[in-house]
């Protein structure tokens, strides 16, 4: 059974439940569980390599003593103890004295966790179509990708609008270009999943990490902040699976509630990669954090004025932004002119309609810039489709092999059918709008569109009054033939004419045969 089944199956058990009410209620439900589930599943690994592991949890409460036999607890004596003894005590969780210990991560989680159903025997249900699922498998990641997508969609059915799934390709392709290196601090601001994250960190272990001390720094280096619950449960959920063994530095937080001002040099960061929510609004008194001149509700404006701020000189990030911020004026243009002038703004890469599909079909760019230094040109790339699509689907996703030419270009940038740049003066002069189509487009005449060279129009005396040359002439033909023609069209007419006269005179009969 796929995940995607299993979760609807899971989804379908909790509609028959009267205390869970909505999409919404169901997916939080699903989280906690889930977590329990997966954060178990990692203690069995710990335990394989660590013969004097102790788990945090008490034993009575771990997944493996009350949720894994699909003949054990169940009914009423299974919702008596998540209602009165799960719940009551993963709240209360106290890390050791004077410690920080992933005490703290499943305290956190239970804070804002609910359990919403009321009938035991449901419950028993959805652990048993849990337990299905094995995230020590070698695919546990992508499973948990699905997982996402599968919950993400739902939100979406539920009315929770700016919560897009970032494609993998995208995700990977972002994170490859930024090339981060083992040791510099990363943070994803809005880090929804953590799927940025969990890319950065398969990206450094695979080629960076060879020594335990390797690891440690590494476990170190990787932050998150999600505004949301249940993407913050999920974080911290994904994180757990690839190795960070005590997340504590995912909060459960609003990056943007923070004044700007209280950002000093103990916050800033090597890295951010990330893709904020576009297209929402900020509630009433966030942008009073934030200056004057850059004050607005729009939640990506907000966090691409922060980024800058807190990225340490040097520092590089990837972050993905709607054409709406590339081209609008008023506070958006003094947010580009700032990060122009205090960084290096050296790509844009131009992803075509339906990345991001079924989410939106918002088109979307991904800016590279590095803090430290101003903005002399833009490199721009039009990522095309591959050949023969018209667009992106559920069925037909953006691949990563799709962004090897723009990594065989990165690197040995030259102009292209694809690639164009503009020096930061044109953007200046065009009072900062980014949204600059690819000059290099090729045009084609047809039936409605044609060029004309400016020395023919000066040769005419300017006049632009140019008649579509494509449009085809009907030749008015030879005279003599024409007449020809003419005579005997007439002449066909005259005959069918009588012969119309005649059928009508028989039809009536002779007036003399009838005495008139």
Same mark, same amino acid.
């Given at each position: 059974?796929?995940?995607?089944?299993?979760?609807?199956?899971?989804?379908?058990?909790?509609?028959?439940?009267?205390?869970?009410?909505?999409?919404?209620?169901?997916?939080?439900? /699903?989280?906690w569980m889930l977590f329990l589930k997966i954060f178990d599943d990692r203690e069995h690994e710990y335990e394989l390599l660590d013969e004097g592991y102790s788990?945090?949890?008490?034993?009575?409460?771990?997944?493996?003593?009350?949720?894994?036999?699909?003949?054990?607890?169940?009914?009423?004596?299974? /919702?008596?103890?998540?209602?009165?003894?799960?719940?009551?005590?993963?709240?209360?969780?106290?890390?050791?004295?004077?410690?920080?210990?992933?005490?703290?991560?499943?305290?956190?989680?239970?804070?804002?966790?609910? +359990?919403?159903?009321?009938?035991?025997?449901?419950?028993?249900?959805?652990?048993?179509?849990? +337990?299905?699922?094995?995230?020590?498998?070698?695919?546990?990641?992508? /499973?948990?990708?699905?997982?996402?997508?599968?919950?993400?969609?739902d939100l979406q059915?539920?009315?929770?609008?700016?919560?897009?799934?970032?494609?993998?390709?995208?995700?990977?392709?972002?994170?490859?270009?930024?090339?981060?290196?083992?040791?510099?601090?990363?943070?994803d601001p809005a880090c929804g999943t953590g799927g940025f994250l969990a890319c950065t960190i398969d990206n450094i272990?695979?080629?960076?990490?060879?020594?335990?001390?390797?690891?440690?720094?590494?476990?170190?280096?990787?932050?998150?902040?999600?505004?949301?619950?249940?993407?913050?449960?999920?974080?911290?959920?994904?994180?757990?699976?690839?190795?960070?063994?005590?997340?504590?530095?995912?909060r459960h937080d609003n990056t943007l509630a923070r004044p700007l001002k209280d950002y000093g040099p103990r916050d800033r960061v090597d890295l951010v990669v990330t893709n904020p929510p576009f297209g929402g609004m900020e509630e009433d008194g966030i942008e009073s954090n934030f200056p004057s001149a850059f004050q607005t509700r729009e939640t990506a404006d907000l966090f691409l004025v922060l980024i800058v701020h807190i990225l340490k000189e040097g520092g590089r990030a990837a972050i993905v932004l709607p054409n709406g911020t590339l081209s609008n004026e008023g506070v958006k243009t003094?947010?580009?002119?700032?990060?122009?002038?205090?960084?290096? /703004?050296?790509?844009?890469?131009?992803?075509?309609?339906?990345?991001?599909?079924?989410?939106?079909?918002?088109?979307? +760019?991904?800016?590279?810039?590095?803090?430290?230094?101003?903005?002399?040109?833009?490199w721009y790339y039009e990522h095309p489709y591959p050949e023969g699509y018209k667009s992106y689907s559920k069925t037909k996703p953006i691949r990563i092999e799709e962004f090897e030419q723009e990594k065989g270009w990165w690197n040995n940038r030259e102009e292209n059918e694809h690639a164009w740049r503009v020096p930061v003066e044109e953007v200046v002069r065009s009072?900062?709008?980014?949204?600059?189509?690819?000059? +290099?487009t090729p045009v084609e005449e047809n039936e409605h569109a044609w060029r004309v060279p400016v020395e023919e129009v000066v040769r005419s005396n300017y006049n632009l009054d140019i008649k579509n040359p494509n449009t085809p002439v009907e030749e008015n033909g030879d005279p003599v033939k024409l007449l020809a023609h003419y005579r005997a069209v007439s002449a066909a007419v005259e005959e069918t004419r009588e012969a119309l006269k005649a059928e009508l005179m028989a039809s009536l009969g002779d007036p003399k045969q009838n005495g008139a």
């Open positions: 059974m796929s995940v995607s089944t299993t979760i609807k199956a899971i989804q379908d058990i909790m509609r028959k439940d009267a205390g869970v009410d909505g999409d919404a209620q169901r997916i939080s439900q /699903l989280g788990s945090p949890i008490p034993e009575r409460l771990r997944w493996r003593n009350w949720a894994a036999d699909d003949e054990g607890i169940t009914g009423d004596a299974l /919702l008596n103890f998540v209602d009165n003894d799960l719940f009551p005590s993963l709240k209360a969780l106290q890390p050791p004295l004077g410690g920080v210990g992933v005490e703290v991560v499943i305290r956190s989680v239970f804070d804002d966790s609910y +359990n919403y159903m009321k009938n035991g025997t449901l419950i028993r249900q959805v652990a048993n179509k849990i +337990n299905k699922i094995d995230f020590n498998s070698s695919s546990d990641r992508h /499973l948990f990708g699905d997982i996402y997508e599968k919950i993400l969609k059915s539920a009315g929770n609008a700016g919560e897009f799934y970032t494609p993998r390709a995208v995700t990977q392709f972002m994170v490859d270009m930024v090339n981060p290196q083992l040791g510099e601090v990363v943070l272990r695979s080629s960076q990490v060879k020594t335990v001390e390797d690891e440690a720094l590494l476990q170190q280096s990787i932050h998150g902040i999600e505004k949301k619950q249940l993407p913050h449960l999920l974080c911290t959920t994904n994180m757990m699976l690839h190795g960070i063994d005590v997340p504590v530095q995912i003094r947010i580009k002119e700032k990060l122009l002038s205090e960084c290096n /703004l050296h790509t844009i890469v131009r992803l075509p309609n339906g990345v991001f599909n079924p989410y939106t079909d918002i088109k979307t +760019n991904l800016l590279f810039f590095t803090k430290g230094e101003p903005t002399k040109e833009i009072n900062y709008n980014l949204d600059i189509k690819n000059p +290099n």
